[in-house]
């Protein structure tokens, strides 16, 4: 009788480890999107969270969308989402590559999983062990090779010789970084191509516009100008539409905001790259689910692709899924 009870003692040992274990790896997360700013970028990447939320039946909550971008900002936000007590993993996009380690890293000593989303901490690289590699994963375009991109497709647009000057928006946020390093990189292989300025708005488009301004007062013969994302660009395109040098200054943009493919359409935009948001937020969803229910090992970086709008395409059924729409 004595071995009975001790073999039914060990058999629900047993279950309740394995039964335990299934719980354990199969528990369906709880999802925070804290956004970094409100813009149509990130509301895409909303919208495909939400969608895929809703797809794998997962409780998802919503931070607000901040006003303005900046570590002094997202911060309370995403303490104040940690605090809450029932969050299991965050999707965000750090506002700088240095100031969100320590914040990101607090909340996730807190047993809260971390997935960075267009921008990343440190050098993006969570594969080797540092300060930063705790994050899950990164999700977001290779910002540097559309930067390469987008310097051969302009160079092409001025004849491989001129001024060009580029428009950006802060100097310690990884995906705006690699995209002016791209830039660099790959007007290096024009000779007689100059880069005369690189100036920072902030993600203020007032201010983009009235840098570009400057810089086109200061070289008259400017033939191109960068703008890295949807506020440097459209600051970029109304300076010159002011200056009366729509289609002599030839812009190329980043970010198919509705009002850039619109400018592209009238001719005041010559090239508009078009992220994949949509992708990056269902990508996340799935990390989180792959990793906390099905118990999988999650890729460190996942890279969606990039699409190119040109006058020749604009209007092409296939190509409307890539336009930043805010409905």
């Known amino acids: 009788m004595r071995k009975i009870l001790v073999a039914l003692v060990l058999v629900t040992l047993v279950v309740g480890i394995l039964v335990g274990g299934v719980f354990a790896e199969g528990k369906k997360p709880k999802i925070a999107w804290c956004p970094a700013i409100s813009d149509p970028f990130y509301y895409m990447i909303g919208k495909g969270i939400a969608d895929k939320c809703k797809e794998l039946g997962l409780e998802l909550f919503v931070a607000e969308y901040p006003k303005a971008w900046g570590p002094e900002v997202q911060v309370p936000i995403l303490e104040a989402v940690a605090a809450r007590g029932d969050i299991d993993v965050i999707i965000t996009g750090p506002t700088s590559k240095d100031a969100l380690i320590a914040p990101l890293k607090r909340i996730h000593d807190m047993g809260i999983e971390i997935i960075t989303v267009d921008t990343y901490i440190g050098d993006g690289d969570y594969s080797k062990p540092s300060e930063y590699s705790f994050p899950l994963t990164f999700i977001g375009t290779d910002n540097f090779q559309g930067g390469v991109e987008i310097a051969h497709r302009l160079a092409e647009m001025i004849g491989k010789k001129g001024k060009v000057f580029v428009e950006t928006t802060n100097p310690d946020v990884s995906s705006v970084v690699e995209r002016v390093e791209g830039f660099k990189k790959g007007m290096s292989e024009y000779p007689d191509i100059e880069i005369v300025g690189v100036e920072y708005c902030l993600d203020i488009q007032e201010k983009a516009q009235q840098q570009v301004a400057a810089a086109l007062a200061a070289h008259p013969d400017i033939v191109g100008i960068f703008g890295t994302n949807l ?70 970086r996942m890279v969606p692709g990039f699409f190119f709008f040109t006058r020749d395409n604009v209007d092409d059924p296939e190509a409307q899924q890539y336009i930043y729409r805010a409905d």
């Open 231 to 300: 506020y440097s660009a459209q600051g970029a395109y109304q300076a010159v539409v002011n200056a009366g040098l729509a289609g002599v200054v030839k812009i190329a943009s980043w970010d198919a905001t509705e009002d850039l493919i619109k400018a592209l359409r009238e001719g005041k935009v010559d090239l508009v790259l078009a992220q994949k948001p949509y992708e990056i937020g269902t990508l996340a969803v799935e990390a989180a689910y792959q990793y906390f229910v099905e118990g999988k090992e999650i890729p460190k």
